[in-house]
């Protein structure tokens, strides 16, 4: 069943926060929070969005990343775009979180670079920028009231893109 959220959209984005802002990895939270992006990813599927980008940061973005590769078993058509900061993405990152990243990097069907060499604020939020104005609608896990995701969420809004947080939806 298509959810109304996304009926007439093309292309979908996700911006949310890094594993310390997240529910923990082996809660019952975290075990909720990927059903629902499973969900949210199948029900857009559904609904027509072929499109979804995701900005490659540790948390939120690879679990949404991991949601898309997982949705395309039952809808093959569907393009997993990557908005990364600069081709050192990975910098500072574990051996685990790197091998996972690489894996995502590696199943995407576009990586575009909003800068060649540094993760700088300025590239976060070109970055940020960019999934938001290649997309018709933005799946948000924000909890904080500050930060890249706030500022993402509120650009998407400001230029007409609806926002949907699945925070709120776990409170339920």
């Known amino acids: 069943m298509a959810a109304p959220f996304f009926e007439g959209k ?10 310390g802002a997240l529910p923990d990895e082996n809660s019952g ?27 490659g940061a540790e948390g939120f973005d690879t679990l949404a990343a991991e949601a898309v590769i997982a949705v395309r078993a039952d ?4 393009r997993l775009v990557l908005a990364l900061p600069s081709r050192n993405f990975l910098s500072g990152r574990s051996l685990s979180e790197r091998r ?16 060649e060499a540094d993760n700088s604020a300025i590239a976060m ?3 940020n920028r960019y999934l938001v104005d290649h997309a018709d609608c933005c799946v948000s896990y924000l909890t904080k009231s500050r930060g890249g995701t706030l500022y993402t969420a509120n650009y998407a809004l400001s230029a007409g893109i609806p926002v949907k947080n699945l925070a709120n939806e776990l409170k339920c």
């Open 29 to 55: 939270g975290m075990a909720l929070l990927k059903l629902l992006l499973a969900r949210t990813v199948q029900e857009a599927a559904a609904a027509g969005v072929t499109t979804f980008l995701c900005g």
């Open 125 to 127: 939020k070109t970055r």
């Open 10 to 19: 093309a292309a979908c984005c996700f911006t949310g926060h890094r594993p």
């Open 100 to 115: 996972r990243a690489e894996n995502i990097l590696q199943a995407a069907d576009e990586a575009v670079y909003a800068s």
């Open 75 to 78: 809808y093959p058509g569907l």
